[in-house]
């Protein structure tokens, strides 16, 4: 039986223990919210420096303000630029040097911030003792800077010079081609940018660089070494036509000079429409007859079709490659069957490309009643020759449709379309060596259909007048 003594010390005990489990509770509490106050304070961690500044227990704004108040911006920056002797002094104002306040106090006040509940207290913890020293240069801002580069460097820059091949009665003329030179401003803007940190952050101690601009070499695209391999006439062929017809040579002689001294590097590729340009009086074209639904009608730019069919068969003879060729409704006077080549507008052109190791240079001219075109190269095997054979294999014979007019006077006939035989054609290109065959290369074959004729017949009766007798 317990005694009264021990029931009174049991009670003491247990006063005891309710004592400490209280102050523990009342501990607990107390640092429970200790931390939620301190975790939900709006102002920068104790212990946070930028740039050696306190900004310990600062709002926002107040961090900003003091920043501004405390950091100066440091003395003028002296950037020399230089090229060729001359030198250009880079404004102040171009380079607009600042620090980043708002970034700074971003990065002071987001101390502590970051993590779980106790990662966050663990760092307000230590950055409250042992302290947190955040450093920040000054930046500057190179956007008007970029500008005020590219406008030194049209100064500067050159564009190359082709050199270039004249050829008149065989004898070939060449002058030198000229590098050109272009400011790199990107790496104008990076040196500068490379001196100014250095200077900002003290690595640099003096406030003035001297920077020499750096000027690439550019290349001309057509070097006189290239065209030093034209030395051969690699092909050459001509057409008639009838000086008289006075409006249709002047359209060959236009042709001839958009089309002489043309230069056709290797891979390059030739348009003749695109050569010779919109086919208009402004550029210097007249009207002659052309073919237009199968019959000769007038037109501006009549006759280049010559022009066409020389140049192509000067091409072939050079054995370039031919993308786009088209032959005419029907064959005509000046080339066999087979062998012409005829454009349009935009529509149908005459295209080949420079598919050898060397420049091919077009000649083009008018001597008496001849189109010549004269192709000038290098040959490397001077016993080959090219020539063009065309064979008809079918011919087609027109019919003639007649037309009864009224408005023709009976018996009259007057031709509406001139009727045209058709013709089947093989092409082969013929290769000899020391004037001998040595290979017969079919290349296409062409189809002339046959136009009828149209002839209009009249049937217009006519009045008699009967003279009375006296």
Same mark, same amino acid.
């Given at each position: ?5 021990? %029931?009174? =010390? ?67 920056? =002296? ?14 104002? %171009? ?20 993590? #779980? ?56 003329? +060449? ?8 400011? =790199? ?17 003290? =690595?640099? %101690? ?64 030739? *348009? ?48 370039? %490659? ?21 454009? *349009? ?10 598919? +050898? ?17 004269? +192709? ?53 290109? +013929?290769?000899?060596? #020391? ?36």
């Amino acid at each position: 039986m317990e005694t009264k003594d021990r %029931k009174a =010390d049991r009670k003491k005990i247990n006063y005891f223990y309710i004592i400490i489990l209280t102050i523990v509770i009342i501990l607990f509490t107390g640092s429970i919210s200790l931390s939620y106050f301190i975790l939900k304070q709006d102002v920068i961690t104790k212990g946070v420096f930028v740039n050696d500044i306190d900004l310990s227990h600062l709002t926002k704004q107040q961090a900003l303000e003091k920043l501004k108040n405390s950091l100066k911006p440091m003395g003028n920056i =002296d950037i020399i630029l230089t090229y060729n002797g001359k030198q250009y002094k880079v404004p102040q104002d %171009k380079l607009k040097l600042s620090y980043n306040y708002n970034q700074m106090v971003d990065d002071a006040y987001n101390i502590g911030r970051k993590g #779980n509940y106790l990662e966050r207290l663990k760092t307000i913890y230590e950055t409250g003792k042992q302290g947190k020293r955040l450093k920040y240069y000054m930046k500057a801002d190179y956007a008007n800077l970029n500008g005020y580069i590219k406008d030194i460097a049209k100064e500067i820059d050159r564009e190359p010079v082709n050199a270039k091949i004249s050829i008149k009665n065989g004898s070939i003329s +060449l002058t030198d081609d000229i590098p050109g030179q272009k400011a =790199d401003t990107d790496k104008v803007l990076k040196d500068i940018e490379k001196e100014v940190d250095g200077m900002i952050k003290g =690595d640099i %101690k003096e406030n003035k660089a001297v920077i020499p601009i750096a000027v690439n070499m550019i290349d001309a695209k057509i070097k006189k070494s290239a065209l030093e391999m034209i030395k051969d006439k690699v092909s050459t062929f001509s057409t008639v036509f009838n000086p008289a017809d006075a409006n249709r040579t002047e359209n060959l002689a236009v042709a001839a000079k958009a089309v002489n001294g043309k230069l056709i590097m290797p891979g390059d590729k030739f *348009s003749l429409n695109k050569t010779l340009g919109p086919r208009i009086i402004e550029n210097g074209y007249k009207e002659a007859p052309v073919i237009i639904n199968n019959k000769l009608e007038p037109a501006i730019g009549g006759g280049i079709c010559q022009v066409a069919t020389t140049l192509y068969n000067a091409v072939l003879r050079a054995d370039l %490659k031919v993308d786009e060729r088209y032959h005419h409704a029907f064959p005509v006077g000046y080339i066999q069957p087979g062998q012409d080549a005829t454009i *349009s507008g935009d529509a149908l052109d005459l295209k080949f490309e420079n598919q +050898l190791q060397y420049p091919i240079y077009i000649e083009a001219y008018i001597s008496n009643n001849k189109f010549i075109v004269n +192709l000038y190269g290098y040959s490397s095997d001077k016993s080959k020759r090219i020539e063009i054979y065309s064979e008809i294999v079918e011919t087609y014979t027109p019919k003639i449709v007649y037309i009864d007019d009224p408005t023709i006077d009976e018996g009259k006939e007057q031709v509406e379309v001139q009727e045209h035989t058709g013709y089947k054609v093989n092409t082969y290109k +013929l290769i000899y060596k #020391n004037n001998v065959l040595v290979k017969k290369e079919f290349l296409y074959t062409d189809v002339y259909d046959p136009i009828n004729g149209v002839v209009k017949r009249g049937t217009k009766k006519t009045s008699v007048t009967v003279k009375p007798e006296s």
